[in-house]
């Protein structure tokens, strides 16, 4: 996981706040039959949600081979200013 901060975009656009996210690089969660885990971002999870629920029932391989292992996916939240990208794979199988 690794997050991109856009300073430049911050500063011209963005309102001065406080508590922007609770998520810091090297974090991990494990989603149990598809459901949101607890302490993960619910603003990060409404833009991985459909990826893992997918791969929890064993669905992958998303646009034709997008990712080299295909039951995984490399998903980003959906802040523009400072998002993160999460690898996501199955574990456990």
């Known amino acids: 996981m690794r997050q991109t901060i ?5 500063a011209r656009y963005e309102n001065e706040i406080e508590h922007a996210c609770d998520v810091s690089e090297g ?3 494990v989603s149990i039959d598809g459901l949101r885990p607890e302490g993960l971002c619910p603003s990060a999870w409404m833009s991985m949600q459909t990826f893992v629920e997918s791969l929890a029932k064993g669905e992958g391989n998303f646009y ?23 690898y996501i794979e199955v574990i456990g199988e």
């Open 6 to 10: 856009y300073h430049d975009l911050m």
């Open 64 to 86: 034709d081979g997008w990712m080299r292992n295909p039951m995984s996916a490399m998903i980003s939240c959906n802040d523009g200013f400072r998002p993160f990208s999460f």
């Open 27 to 29: 974090q991990q969660w």
